[in-house]
């Protein structure tokens, strides 16, 4: 598990931006946090996750239309990343434990992106890799697991799918799958910059501006609500909005939860809003 917490602190730190110009000389009394549009994305579906009672940890596939509407206003770069998706399987699988009932999400997820079939098994076997890196010892034993459940994997079980063109386009994407060797694969979730190995990199930073911090506590919240010790970010519609309020503002928002607005002025084009929230620093453009 500590390899784990490793890893994930070091590809979050590898997502991290610098403050938005706009404020990068002010001096705020809070953290401010802002990062790249993977772990934008990773937050996204992290506040998206909820109890089911017989499914585990789901999709609020309501929250998640809700938080994708916002997002072209926020997003740094392109919406068009293929790898955001494999950040998203992140905080899913940190929360589901039980192979079930991730496959039940994982095709959720899936199905709410229309991914196809193609790549499914690409991005099932990232998704048991990170389930497998959690838990295991070694290296070894990892790639193993990885593509053990993948092998074992049921797509017409799991996406209740009996189109016999699907499936046959699923089958042929699982053995090109399966056949690549671990070092192969591994080598390629570096250079896509979709993982991060501790065998490459020092340990845990503890002087990092609260980088730390932000990362243990998104870790501690995906393992409690997984656990069944925490309760899932609350979603509730709210009325306020952020395009009048002033700098210096504090309101509770539907997506953000408590929200500060740090800057709202005027530009040429429209204006630009940042508020600072618990899980990150947002600059918008309208």
Same mark, same amino acid.
């Given at each position: 598990?500590?390899?784990?917490?490793?890893?994930?602190?070091?590809?979050?730190?590898?997502?991290?931006?610098?403050?938005?110009?706009?404020?990068?000389?002010?001096?705020?009394?809070?953290?401010?946090?802002?990062?790249?549009?993977?772990?934008?994305?990773?937050?996204?579906?992290?506040?998206?996750?909820?109890?089911?009672?017989?499914?585990?940890?789901?999709?609020?596939?309501?929250?998640?239309?809700?938080?994708?509407?916002?997002?072209?206003?926020?997003?740094?770069?392109?919406?068009?990343?293929?790898?955001?998706?494999?950040?998203?399987?992140?905080?899913?699988?940190?929360?589901?434990?039980?192979?079930?009932?991730l496959n039940r999400t994982i095709s959720q997820y899936l199905d709410f992106f229309s991914v196809e079939v193609?790549?499914?098994?690409?991005?099932?076997?990232?998704?048991?890799?990170?389930?497998?890196?959690?838990?295991?010892?070694?290296?070894?034993?990892?790639?193993?697991?990885? @593509?053990? &459940? /993948?092998?074992?994997?049921? %797509?017409?079980?799991?996406?209740?799918?009996?189109?016999? #063109? +699907?499936?046959?386009?699923?089958?042929?994407?699982?053995?090109?799958?399966i056949s690549r060797s671990a070092d192969d694969y591994s080598s390629d979730l570096i250079a896509s910059g979709?993982?991060?190995?501790?065998?490459?990199?020092?340990?845990?930073?503890?002087?990092d501006d609260g980088w730390q911090n932000l990362v243990m506590t998104l870790y501690s919240y995906l393992e409690?609500?997984? @656990?069944? &010790? /925490?309760?899932?970010?609350? %979603?509730?519609?709210?009325?306020?909005?952020?395009?009048? #309020? +002033?700098?210096?503002?504090?309101?509770?928002?539907?997506?953000?939860?408590?929200?500060?607005?740090?800057?709202?002025?005027?530009?040429?084009?429209?204006?630009?809003?940042?508020?600072?929230?618990?899980?990150?620093?947002?600059?918008?453009?309208?």
């Amino acid at each position: 598990m500590e390899r784990f917490k490793t890893n994930l602190y070091h590809l979050m730190l590898q997502e991290r931006l610098e403050r938005y110009k706009e404020i990068e000389d002010q001096r705020f009394n809070q953290p401010i946090y802002c990062y790249k549009d993977r772990m934008q994305f990773f937050i996204i579906i992290m506040k998206c996750l909820t109890y089911s009672e017989k499914s585990g940890i789901i999709l609020n596939i309501d929250r998640l239309k809700d938080e994708l509407r916002l997002w072209p206003y926020y997003v740094n770069g392109s919406t068009d990343d293929e790898k955001l998706l494999h950040f998203g399987l992140i905080p899913i699988v940190m929360s589901n434990g039980k192979i079930e009932d991730l496959n039940r999400t994982i095709s959720q997820y899936l199905d709410f992106f229309s991914v196809e079939v193609g790549r499914i098994p690409g991005l099932l076997r990232y998704a048991y890799f990170i389930q497998a890196i959690c838990t295991e010892g070694f290296a070894a034993d990892v790639s193993d697991k990885a @593509k053990n &459940q /993948l092998i074992n994997f049921s %797509y017409t079980e799991v996406f209740q799918d009996v189109d016999k #063109q +699907k499936i046959i386009a699923f089958e042929k994407a699982r053995i090109l799958e399966i056949s690549r060797s671990a070092d192969d694969y591994s080598s390629d979730l570096i250079a896509s910059g979709v993982w991060r190995h501790t065998h490459d990199l020092p340990g845990i930073v503890t002087n990092d501006d609260g980088w730390q911090n932000l990362v243990m506590t998104l870790y501690s919240y995906l393992e409690g609500l997984g @656990k069944g &010790q /925490l309760k899932a970010i609350p %979603y509730i519609k709210r009325d306020a909005k952020l395009y009048n #309020q +002033k700098a210096g503002s504090r309101i509770i928002h539907s997506n953000f939860g408590e929200t500060v607005v740090l800057k709202n002025e005027k530009t040429a084009t429209g204006k630009t809003i940042i508020v600072n929230t618990r899980y990150g620093c947002y600059k918008f453009n309208d």
